[in-house]
């Protein structure tokens, strides 16, 4: 039987470096990811919240049902192998 193959937008290069630290260092909220991304560009919390919030509406992440304080925590819902 032939696997089915997952249907999602494909990844942006900036896209595929969030999903990257959430791969490695598990859900996060948005000022985790900022500090763990490591390409040594400075962002803006709002600039890196945005993509995530795209991310989301392509189905690339999730909300996590808990929360840390007030900020959301983020969860990928593909895994390397998808991308």
Do not use: C, N
Not at 63 to 72: C, F, P, S, T, Y
């Amino acid at each position: 039987m032939a696997k089915k193959k997952f249907s999602f937008v494909e990844p942006a290069e900036f896209e595929l470096q969030v999903l990257g630290t959430l791969w490695e260092h598990g859900p996060g909220t948005v000022r985790q990811v900022m500090e763990r991304l490591s390409d040594g560009k400075e962002r803006a919390y709002t600039s890196v919240l945005s993509v995530m919030q795209v991310m989301q509406k392509k189905g690339l992440l999730a909300v996590a049902d808990e929360r840390e304080g007030l900020a959301h925590i983020f969860k990928p819902l593909v895994s390397r192998e998808q991308v």
